[in-house]
């Protein structure tokens, strides 16, 4: 029964980080438009501070606890493919931390990239979720 309840847990908790890491960096689209310091971009910066801060952060370390705890109740450690999970979930950790970055040069006007560039970005969450996906179902290795 734990084992069920943790991964009840951990997918409802990847289903919201996803769901912040897929639209954060929309804001960002957005916001690399707004003028600096319009009314539009100060709604952006709490829209996207309020996001990471309430749900992306939090929904990302009960991923992590409740992945690890899975792993560890079904000693997962040396399986291919749950070593390819958790290379596919640090990148994907890495992409978190990219976005919070990018927050802050948003928060503190500094951003110097255009939309387009967070238009492309907006797709790694997506790419990298598929493959977490199909890792984990079809445990090829």
Same mark, same amino acid.
């Given at each position: ?11 409802? %908790?990847? &289903? ?19 003028? =600096?310091?319009?009314?539009? %971009?100060?709604? $952006? ?9 309430? /749900? ?8 992590? /606890? ?6 560890? !109740?079904?000693?997962?450690? !040396?399986?291919?493919?749950? &070593?390819?999970?958790?290379? !596919?979930?640090?990148? !994907? %950790? ?5 976005? %919070?970055?990018?927050?802050?040069? $948003? ?6 990239? =255009?939309?387009? $560039? ?6 790694? =969450? ?5 493959? &977490? ?7 090829? $290795?």
């Amino acid at each position: 029964m734990l084992y069920l309840v943790l991964k009840s847990l951990h997918i409802i %908790s990847v &289903i919201a980080w996803m769901a912040g890491m897929l639209y954060l960096p929309r804001l960002f689209v957005y916001h690399a438009d707004a003028e =600096p310091g319009s009314k539009q %971009s100060e709604t $952006f910066k709490v829209m996207e501070r309020r996001l990471m801060r309430a /749900i992306i952060n939090p929904a990302m370390v009960a991923t992590w /606890i409740f992945g690890l705890s899975i792993a560890y !109740l079904q000693n997962y450690w !040396l399986q291919g493919w749950f &070593i390819l999970k958790v290379v !596919l979930v640090l990148a !994907l %950790s890495g992409v978190h931390g990219a976005f %919070s970055a990018w927050r802050k040069d $948003f928060e503190a006007d500094r951003n110097t990239r =255009p939309a387009r $560039f967070y238009r492309i970005w907006n797709e790694v =969450p997506t790419l990298l979720l598929i493959g &977490i996906v199909f890792v984990v179902v079809l445990k090829p $290795f």
